[in-house]
């Protein structure tokens, strides 16, 4: 079988991509570049014996003779490193998000066009054991067509927003707004369906002192009400909530399927419910479900379900010519990210209905091609908009200092390793 050569940037969030070259039979991990001599050092002994080059820049690491990169830099990063990568003739599988602005959008999806290499969003929570069911049946036919649905990623950092963003006041995640982080909520629901969001109305939580606390400058958590082409409406939460949960549900005109409730302790995104008319579907609900059975025993190593392996295993059957691979190609992956984006438009709009751009469609771009209104300052200019609607909070300079010793004291002698990881976008351009 013939393998691909795979190099990866970014030596933290990257070691899934990089454990799973180490043990499939279509890779062959021939790259690391990491900026940090650490994070390369940890890397060199995990990988003891194995023939890989390891780089500490980006330009040098990019003329590498390989096939694909696998991006695993900061996640308002990725647009302009896949770019980069796809002139130079590498496929790209890109982790979460796919851009930060329009212009990269419009930027990105010409380079795609032009270059006709693989591009892959790597949203692994579609790749969910659930989910993934969930997908096949609807696809099916089982619950009938896509009436209303809803999907929630709610994660509270907070205990360990030391150790994510070190302490630095202008870290991406202390800087995103609230309807940024969307795809993961979003994105199952979008893969479920095929279907495609034409417009969006945002809301904003408040900020709370839980956050302030930590130094994150945007309201406490994100909903998006999305309307699909078929008129059918999802309902989108994520943030920062207390209690943590990952739920996906759909409802149809023959039925209604879901995963198990976290707390229920029923097998999570492993286990859903089906309610069907039995002329339709004779699904066994509440049963676990497998992604894959042939490989699930390879991907039960990995995290997030397994999904880490299975986003990763069909990039690289796509780019063998596997035409059954699912991949979540750039004009997917824009709509799952694009309702968080107008979401937040809305909310800085009053709350109005927001229409999203098809940017499959070429004359929908040259609106776009020059939009780089974001939370970056240093890319937005006079674009530039606060990470919260109301504006920007005044975070004492202490409790980013807080923030660093913590995340210090925890890290000790790997503070190096995990800290310049996570920094790679940012410093390797």
Known sequence: MKKIKVGVLGGYRG??????????????????????????ERQKENLKGENIAFYDNFEDFIKHDMDAVVLANYANEHAPFA???????KHVFSEVLPVQTMKEAVELIETIEQTGLVYAYGENYCYMPGPYEMRKLY?????GEFE????????????????ITYGEENHWRNN??????????????IHITGLRPVSVTGFESKM??????????????GIEMIELENGGIIKSIHGGLYKDSIWYSV??????????REDARAGGVHVIYVNSDKEECDYASGELVSYNPKNEQAAAAFGHGGSDFYSMYNFIEKILGNDEADTIDIYEALDMFLPG?????????GGIPMEIPNLRNKEEREKYRNDVMCTDPEVAGDQYIPVFSKGNPEIDPAVYEKMRLMWEKESGANSGYTRAAFKQGSKTN
Not at 341 to 349: D, E, G, H, I
């Open 139 to 143: 696809r099916e036919g089982k619950i």
């Open 251 to 260: 409802y149809g005109s023959k039925g209604r399927m879901e995963t198990a």
């Open 15 to 40: 070691t899934s991509m990089i454990n799973y070259s180490k043990q499939a039979n279509n890779v062959e991990l021939v790259a690391i570049c990491d900026k940090s001599q650490e994070v390369l």
């Open 148 to 163: 209303y649905g809803e999907g929630e990623y709610v994660h509270n950092c907070g205990p360990i927003w030391h150790s």
């Open 208 to 221: 709370i002192k839980r956050h302030l606390d930590v130094g994150s400058k945007s309201g406490q958590f």
């Open 83 to 89: 770019i980069k990568c796809l002139k130079a003739g």
């Open 341 to 349: 984006m107008f979401a937040y438009r809305s909310v800085l709009n």
């Open 176 to 189: 995103m707004y609230a309807t940024f982080y969307c795809t993961h909520s979003i994105g199952p629901l």
